[in-house]
Every structure is written in C-alpha cells, then in structure tokens.
C-alpha cells in the first residue's frame, strides 16, 4: 500500500521497518516534523465492486430496477445526499481533494479551497451522536428515495397516567368475592350498590335506578348478557333476577342457591351463576326450569367464572384457591389447576389465541398464570406483588390490565407474552376490586371501596378506526353515579 508523505523541506528517505524496531536507531531530531502512523483510507483504491456499487463511470445505461437498488444501497451506506445525478456520488478521495476536484476549487492565490462535501465516507473514525430513531434502520432516512416507501420507527405508546373520568359510588362494597360492575355491547354500565343497581349510560351520561332489592336483600353481583339489553343481578339471599333493562322490567326470578350469588357468567341463552353455597348453576333463560344442570367440585364459594370466546368452555375460580375448566356437558371440571396459593378471583380468556386462560391470585399468591386449556400445559406465571382482583384482555391487541388489592391499590397494563409493564396507574386508595371493559376495548372502568368508579383510556383503537371513543374525554369531570 502507497503511504505518500512529503515534507516541507523536501523528500524524506525512507526507513525500513527494520530500523524501525532496533535499538539503535537514532530518534529524529527535534527540529524534523514527525508524521502521525494514522491510516488515511484512499479513495482511489477502495474496491466499490465489493459493494455492487457502480463508480462514476458505471454505464448508464442499465435497468431501472438494478439502478433503483444502487441508489437505495447507496444511500443507505453513503447518505442520502450521495444519490444524485445518473450515476449518483462518489466518495470524494484524498486525490480529488488536492486536485480540487468535484469539491474543491482555487481562489486567485492558488490556494485551495475545499467545499465540505456530505458526511459520505464508507469508514468513519468520529461516532455520530444524537442519532434518531430512524437512523437505526439502514433504509430510515428523512428525504424518501423515489420509488421507496419507508417505514418509520414506531414510538412507545404512551398510556394516561390519569382517569378521564371520576364517578362517585356511594356504598360501593369493599367485598373482594363480589362482581358489581359490567358494561353492556349497547354501551351502558352496570353497577350494584347496596341493595340497588344503577345504570349510566355512556354516551349521555344519564344515570337510570334499575331496581332495589329492599333493605332484607342486597346485590352481589351483575352481568349483561353478550346481545340485546337483558341483565342479571344475583343476590344475597341466592336468587338470580333477570332484567330487562331497556324497559327498566323484571322478567323472571331464578332460585336454586342457598347463599349469595357472587359470579356471574353468559354464554349465548345459557347463563351461570357462582354461588358462596360453592356451587355453579347453569340455567337456560329459555327453559321454564331455574337451571338445566348443577356443576360440583368446588370447596369453597365461587367468586370467578367465565366463558370462552367459543362458548365451549366455562373457567371457574374458588376461594379454595382452585381454577377448574369445564366443557358445556360436564358436571365435573375437565381440567384442575391448584398451583394458585390463594382465593381465584380473577379470570380472563384470550380473545387472541383458542385456549389462552389467564388467572389471578389472591393477597397470599399474588401471581397471574397462564395456560393452555387445549394442551393441558401451565406456560408462565408472574408474580405482581399485590393481591390479583381482576384480568382482562385487550379486543384491539395482544395485552391485558390487571388490577390489584393489598398492598398497592394499582392498575397495570401488561404486554403478552413477554408481560413487560406498559403502564402502571394509581388513584385508587382502597383495593380496586371491580372491572369492566367497554364495547370498543378502548376503555376500562375499575372501582373499589373507595366509592368511586374511575375510567381510563388504556388500549389503542382497533385498526383502521381512529375515531375518538363515544364516551371520550368530552366526559371529563367528576359526577355521582345516583
């Protein structure tokens, strides 16, 4: 390789590496000027065939697809700015700089003086800081090539910290077995206090007295049924009312419990009811009977159930610290998982992937598991630190929310299946024991028993709809709910 160095005074001998290393080789005088060893890279001599890259004498000639993938290959090694002209720009070289070539000239002195050209060198000895996102990708460029689409460098997605809205609940219970919130596909939210239910519709923000049970009686838990306006109110005396909430009338009442109905579940015309007497009715609303079949296993009240998206199975969680699948036939559970450690409350299919079951549980275990009710397989636990009152899954996309008790109060919105933490959002002051999702999965509502309902904007919108939620932050404010 051609090291040139010429000296002011003249040409200097060369000295062969061999003097280089002996001892006796005598250090040159101070009055000589000493050359730095840094390599200086040659233009001259880079071989751009290794690259595929045409130089500037490449024909022009060529097709519009291999000129497309030079200049692209071009740009994302040399710059943007290198791609110009028909056959682009060539790094400038040490020989063109002197001769002031493309990016040099020379002023009436005959000096010469050199235009900064684009910051296109293939080796670079000075790291480039303040890098952005788009540099990252080879391709990320602010000035698009003709003919190529870029995708950019998606950004986190940030989640509000803060509840859009805040309703007060007045006796609200702080009662961990029970569920006394569910929001309706028409958009209406469902919420028990003491011995009354109350409606509030989202869009308008009216609230509507549904019933109330008396003072010998109060509400345990409610559940909207998937389609149409009818809702279920179990009780704490062992009945199961059925509404009909558009005309604000009781159709029937179902018996069959001893004690108070705190779970509730739909699938279709079938709906399940979870008893403290530790039993789980399945009734048809159809069939004049108060249930069609009784399902046995648990040890202890029942204070978690749902369905599968395919309505083939049903997810029960106990305070016998058991999570139990069953199919639509059986009376016995299908499937038992007793790894929990405390009370299962909280329960949560995936509508993402046939067979996902997540599960929460209580102030002793505090974990959330997941498994896969086809194989028979536990896949992952995560322990929260906090006692595990609620699950649910996004619509939209692959994440859920948990909400919690002991000790923290908080809501955590989790990343599947890698269960990194999205966000973690605070307000509550008592265990938040409630959840609900609303219809366009965009929104959750938590309560707990600090009388308050709060909502939240948690999960984005589903694809190719960036309308605002109905129920947005045209909402804000502080109301009471009766």
Not at 201 to 216: M, N, R, Y
Request: aromatic share 8%.
């Amino acid at each position: 390789m051609e090291t040139p160095s010429t000296s002011t005074s003249g040409t200097e001998p060369k000295t062969p590496a061999s003097k280089l290393l002996s001892s006796s080789y005598r250090r040159p005088s101070s009055s000589r000027t000493i050359y730095s060893d840094r390599f200086i890279p040659s233009r001259s001599s880079s071989n751009f065939a290794l690259f595929n890259l045409p130089n500037s004498s490449a024909n022009s000639s060529s097709d519009d697809s291999h000129s497309a993938y030079t200049n692209l290959l071009k740009s994302a090694l040399f710059g943007p700015d290198c791609v110009g002209g028909v056959n682009g720009f060539q790094p400038l070289t040490p020989e063109k700089s002197v001769s002031g070539g493309r990016f040099g000239s020379r002023n009436s002195d005959g000096n010469v003086l050199q235009i900064s050209p684009p910051n296109c060198n293939i080796f670079k000895y000075k790291t480039e800081t303040r890098k952005s996102l788009h540099s990252l990708s080879p391709f990320g460029f602010d000035d698009q090539l003709p003919g190529v689409s870029h995708s950019p460098v998606k950004a986190p997605r940030k989640v509000p910290r803060s509840p859009y809205k805040v309703l007060d609940a007045p006796a609200l219970q702080d009662d961990f077995y029970l569920n006394l919130v569910d929001w309706s596909s028409h958009n209406v939210l469902a919420v028990g206090l003491g011995n009354c239910v109350y409606l509030w519709h989202a869009s308008s923000s009216k609230v509507v007295k549904l019933c109330d049970l008396g003072i010998d009686d109060s509400v345990c838990s409610v559940g909207w049924a998937h389609r149409g306006t009818h809702l279920a109110v179990g009780t704490s005396n062992g009945k199961l009312q059925l509404w009909d909430a558009s005309r604000c009338k009781r159709i029937r009442t179902m018996e069959g419990h001893r004690l108070r109905v705190g779970a509730l579940a739909w699938s279709s015309s079938v709906l399940s009811s979870g008893s403290r007497d530790k039993s789980i009715l399945q009734r048809d609303i159809r069939a004049q009977e108060d249930y069609v079949s009784k399902l046995s296993g648990h040890k202890s009240e029942v204070c978690g159930l749902k369905w599968s998206y395919d309505n083939r199975e049903l997810a029960s969680g106990g305070n016998d610290n058991r999570l139990f699948v069953w199919n639509q036939h059986s009376t016995q559970p299908v499937l038992k998982y007793c790894e929990h450690t405390a009370a299962v409350k909280a329960i949560a299919w995936s509508p993402h992937l046939h067979g996902l079951l997540a599960s929460g549980g209580g102030t002793a275990d505090r974990c959330i598991r997941f498994w896969n009710t086809t194989t028979n397989s536990h896949l992952s636990c995560m322990d929260t630190g906090s006692q595990v009152c609620n699950l649910v899954w996004s619509k939209n996309v692959n994440e859920l929310v948990s909400t919690h008790g002991y000790s923290q109060n908080q809501i955590i919105v989790w990343r599947y299946p890698t269960m990194s933490k999205l966000a973690t959002l605070t307000g509550h002051t008592y265990r938040v024991l409630y959840l609900a999702i609303s219809p366009d999965g965009q929104t959750i509502v938590t309560g707990a028993g600090d009388e308050t309902l709060r909502f939240w904007n948690v999960f984005p919108s589903p694809k190719s709809q960036n309308t605002e939620s109905e129920i947005g932050a045209s909402s804000l404010g502080r109301t009471q709910i009766r």
